[in-house]
């Protein structure tokens, strides 16, 4: 059974950050959004010293966990592992590209019911963007009508927040 007892005696807050040892000397990290992070005693010195200038500054940081040797070398195999299987059928996947014809695929789509309203819409909007270059006077007037709309619905509604705060505020001298 894992039995983990944290101390609050032993407690502190380090850049903006609840530090605690347990009963098996490791470090529970606790940051401002609640996530919790367990640090061996090399992992948080190392955290420390790469964060010394923060902490005399008295800004926050975050501790974060360094890659284990084995996490290392499986990331390291992996991408090696990736850039082999690269090499040895990279005229495969050549082949693969220049045989797919997007010209053919694309008029596909093209042609298929979804596609059709698709294209619908964007002539609709290349056309209403043509008339508004060709009418400016009409395209002001469409903005500045929004404008004011838009103007007058705040204005309504940071009143309308004034006076519920002034109804609460002179609640109180009842």
């Not at 053919?104 to 290349?126: A, M, W």
């Amino acid at each position: 059974m894992k039995t983990e007892m944290v101390s609050m005696i032993n407690s502190s807050v380090i850049g903006g950050n609840l530090v605690q040892l347990d009963n098996k000397n490791r470090y529970h990290v606790t940051d401002k959004n609640g996530h919790k992070t367990v640090l061996t005693r090399d992992q948080f010195e190392r955290n420390l010293q790469k964060n010394q200038d923060k902490i005399i500054r008295d800004e926050d940081f975050t501790f974060k966990k360094s890659m284990t040797p084995v996490q290392k070398t499986l990331l390291t195999l992996a991408g090696l592992g990736a850039a082999a299987g690269i090499l040895f059928n990279y005229k495969k996947i050549f082949k693969y590209f220049k045989d797919l014809n997007v010209k053919e695929k694309f008029n596909d789509l093209r042609q298929s019911p979804s596609g059709q309203q698709i294209e619908t819409k964007i002539n609709e909007v290349i056309n209403e963007t043509k008339t508004s270059i060709q009418n400016p006077q009409k395209t002001a007037e469409k903005v500045g009508e929004a404008a004011k709309n838009l103007t007058e619905k705040g204005t309504t509604a940071v009143l309308n927040t004034i006076d519920k705060i002034s109804k609460f505020i002179n609640g109180f001298r009842k």
